[in-house]
């Protein structure tokens, strides 16, 4: 299901999105975060983009091989090393590239569609992707982290 991303004054976007209940059919937000995410020609996109109050967000974690991952709950444990300086765009300020500070490496946990929890560590683009998005659940707007 195809849904249009929200203006970027919304007010979804601005606060901080709860916890996944048990009873959300994950594969449908899964199902509908990848598709929108492809449909708008991005490399990730957080439930909040598209209207839903829903702490998720898809990803895409390997360029090359367009390989996609689906964060519930999502959460930062650690993060180390400098931090990057790094041009970031985003599909909730289309008119708007920023030049961004963040962790280049990272060790984050999330569950699976599947309530499967998984702990990573991530570094370089996707650890970007991944702290650009669990931002929008965080109710940051990327322009904040200049």
Known sequence: M?????????????HKIKPCSATLDRHFVAKTLIENMFHHD????SANQIGMDVRAFAMIR??????VMVCFNPRITKTYGDPVWCEEGCLSFPDEILNIKRPDRIVVKYEDEDNK????????F???VF????DHLEGINFSSRQ
């Not at 991005?42 to 996109?45: I, R």
Request: charge should be negative.
């Open 131 to 134: 702290q650009h998005e669990y």
């Open 2 to 14: 195809i849904k249009e991303l929200v203006k970027s004054d919304d007010e979804i976007l601005y």
């Open 62 to 67: 390997d360029l090359e091989h367009n390989e």
């Open 42 to 45: 991005g490399v990730g996109l």
């Open 117 to 124: 929890v998984h702990k990573l560590k991530l570094n370089g």
């Open 126 to 128: 996707p650890a970007r």
